[in-house]
């Protein structure tokens, strides 16, 4: 009987392990179709493609394609993007945090006017979420007029479609009130966080692209923040431990197969009362 037994509870122990595998299993699927590394967790811009350049004055040349690797305005060595941990923007007075979300953000340019064009991008390939968020905050230097100012663009593209979802742009000759900020030469903006329906488009492939340049004279900068993008609302609460998508999906398959155990304990229990 006590052989009997324990074959029993050998037999219900690898029937659970095989369910906790196909959990395990199926939540490296959803992870292989969500984004990596999109709130900037790792400390560092992996899973991002970065590009960079300069300008010298024909607004028209400002596009992803130009300033990706292999484009014809791409110059390596003008890459001005980098992780920032948590702090506060000088350029603001203090009144911008630099992070929106757990410990780390991106930062596309920086605030030395050379000239310079910075870009970072990710896609995501057979997405099947319902939304697509992500947080920005831009800070640009007082320069000129609308063509040949400080300025980013910040766009969603359905490549499955072609369709542009989010298009946004703004320059330092266009800081509209009630959302542009100033301090001292600075116009900057708090935290803006974007969610986009994307359920139409289940399957479909997506690229988040930042670009940001100084002015084309060399005398005014301007930069964006870029932290949270993934498949649920990021919290605002910079220096908190934020899971990336991958994670989630651990945590969840973790609690399941702690109901599953719960469940069987309380069976057991019962039966012996």
């Not at 593209?157 to 030469?185: E, R």
């Not at 991958?246 to 609690?255: I, K, P, R």
């Amino acid at each position: 009987m006590k052989h009997q037994n324990n074959t029993s509870r050998l037999a219900k122990f690898a029937k659970l392990a095989g369910l906790t595998a196909g959990i395990l299993a199926s939540v490296g699927t959803m992870s292989a179709a969500t984004f990596v590394n999109g709130g900037f967790e790792d400390n560092n811009l992996g899973s991002w493609e970065r590009g960079s350049g300069y300008w010298t004055g024909d607004l028209s040349i400002l596009t992803t394609a130009n300033y990706s690797v292999g484009g014809s305005n791409y110059d390596a060595s003008y890459d001005q993007s980098a992780i920032v941990g948590l702090g506060t923007d000088a350029n603001t007075g203090g009144a911008l945090s630099t992070v929106y979300s757990g410990n780390y953000a991106a930062r596309v340019n920086n605030s030395v006017n050379d000239y310079s064009v910075s870009l970072i991008k990710q896609t995501v390939t057979n997405y099947t979420d319902q939304y697509i968020f992500f947080a920005w905050a831009a800070v640009l230097e007082d320069s000129h007029g609308t063509t040949d100012s400080d300025n980013f663009r910040l766009t969603l593209k359905n490549d499955t479609t072609g369709n542009i979802l989010y298009d946004v742009t703004y320059n330092s000759a266009n800081t509209p009130a009630g959302l542009f900020n100033s301090f001292g030469s600075w116009n900057w903006t708090p935290w803006q966080v974007q969610q986009l329906d994307v359920s139409a488009y289940a399957g479909d492939t997506f690229t988040l692209s930042l670009l940001a340049s100084d002015c084309p004279y060399g005398g005014h900068a301007g930069y964006v923040y870029l932290d949270g993008f993934g498949a649920v609302r990021p919290p605002q609460d910079a220096g908190g431990a934020v899971p990336e998508p991958s994670t989630y999906g651990l945590m969840g398959a973790a609690a399941l197969l702690g109901a599953v155990v719960y469940r069987r304990r309380s069976k057991k229990q019962a039966a012996q009362v």
